[in-house]
């Protein structure tokens, strides 16, 4: 069937607004084209042939499969990972750990930690748009980096004089 679509559906259409219109377009090839061709092996269309299998088939799975991409990643000491040849910023407490990522089909990053809680979230850009950074995943570095020293005014006062 993968076959078929392929060399059928996809010479026919070949671009797309966007997943939506993609499902739209299908939905209507395969109910005006694809299910009203005959069969050779049955004698019968695609649609006919359905209707009398239909009792066998299994009932669908009450939750939808994910299909999303998953990959693990090793944040860098700048709590960062790379994904794709861009970088997207995770909480400072990942640096030096594995966290696991999963990319969704409409180009969406979730970011876990080893306990499975997600700790990041961020859209999927191209390379033009730079690094995505979220400001509150870089405060604990910062604070560690430019500690605040504190002195009394006497000593300026003493390096004037």
């Excluded at 605040?148 to 390096?159: F, H, I, P, T």
Aim: net charge neutral; with cysteine.
């Amino acid at each position: 069937m993968v076959s078929y679509v392929k060399h059928h559906f996809f010479q026919r259409y070949r671009s797309f607004d966007s997943y939506a219109h993609l499902n739209q377009l299908l939905e209507q090839w395969l109910s005006s084209y694809a299910r009203q061709r005959r069969l050779r092996q049955f004698q019968q269309s695609a649609a006919q042939r359905f209707e009398e299998e239909l009792h066998q088939l299994s009932p669908r799975p009450a939750t939808d499969v994910d299909t999303r991409y998953y990959d693990i990643r090793h944040v860098g000491w700048d709590a960062y990972i790379d994904v794709r040849g861009k970088r997207y910023s995770v909480p400072a407490e990942c640096c030096g750990q594995r966290v696991n990522i999963l990319m969704s089909l409409d180009g969406e990053l979730t970011v876990y930690d080893l306990r499975g809680q997600e700790v990041a979230r961020h859209r999927m850009t191209d390379r033009r748009q730079g690094w995505q950074t979220v400001a509150e995943h870089h405060e604990p570095l910062w604070q560690e980096v430019m500690p605040v020293q504190r002195r009394s005014l006497a000593v300026y006062e003493e390096v004037l004089q």
